[in-house]
């Protein structure tokens, strides 16, 4: 999915009618307050003046479509004015599953909304429950089907190791949102945010903290799923902000290049699967091509490490080969 420069403009919590366990989105979004049609226009305008255009503005952080109707159309209107003289070329807004009819999909479609990104976050009913989310999976099925049939493009949002989920029901929801042939999705490893009801359930012992490494062993299992389908990931983990990175997140899987340790562990898996019959002591040069020579090499040297050590081997080399596919080749072994 191509991806225009995005003009993002924060609605925390806006229209939301549920207090989901993980969420707070003020936290979340790095947004006080909810969005006015003045704070679009001032964003529109500053992009404006900076001679940015052919732009996408962003609605993120709320439920846009289940805001009263009036409102919906003060935020849209604000922007017609910059959508006429090709500022933002386009739209897109986040909103929930149950927040979604036809009714309301024509009226995104007259301003110029493109895209919808759905919190379906599991397709689990009991997981949904147990994390108040007050809709179903059911509920996302239909309003992916609707939005696909006004002619929006869909992206779908999942997160992984919610309370009452577990690895194989993560893979699972993946599987279901890929069946639902979105454009694109957001994978949102759970963070657990200062304040919410989730925080509690950690300190009282209720939830176990999804870590950061529960995160990339998991999404190392989805990220693959989506890939072989073509449907893109276009977010791996939180946003990283001020407030989360200075405490808002407490525990849980927030780490600022989440995406990057997925991929790293994905390589490491393919790396693994070439070295198990290769001697112990042997020398060895695997090659990747060269935009992928880091994520291969791991965060400090990483997986170098990590594979020396299952294979005893002499030494291992990460060398670019220009040839090579998405993963890794063996190049040279030497006993």
Known sequence: M???RIIPVFVPHLGCPNECVFC???????????ASGRDVDAALMQARERGQTGGELAFYGGSFTAVGSALQEEL???????RDDGTICSIRL????????ERTLERLRRYG??????GAQSMFDDVLAANRRGHTAADTARAA????AAGLKLVLQMMTGLPG?????DVQTARRIIALAPDGAR?????????TALEEMWRAGTYKEHTVSDAVAVCADILPLFEAAGIPVIRLGLNPTEELSAGGAVAGAYHPALGQLVRSEILRRQAAGLLRDVPAGAAVSLGVRPERLADMTGQHRSNIAALTAEFSLGSLAIVPVETAGNGPVLVDVRV
């Open 2 to 4: 191509a991806r225009a």
């Open 24 to 34: 707070d989105q003020k936290r979340i979004s790095g947004s006080p307050s909810p």
């Open 76 to 82: 849209l209107a604000a922007a017609q004015p910059y």
């Open 94 to 101: 986040s909103t929930r599953p149950d927040a979604v009819d």
């Open 113 to 118: 909304v493109r895209t919808v990104e759905l």
């Open 145 to 148: 089907a609707l939005v696909k």
């Open 165 to 169: 989920s577990d690895r194989d029901r």
């Open 187 to 195: 994978i949102y490893p759970t963070v657990i945010v200062k304040g």
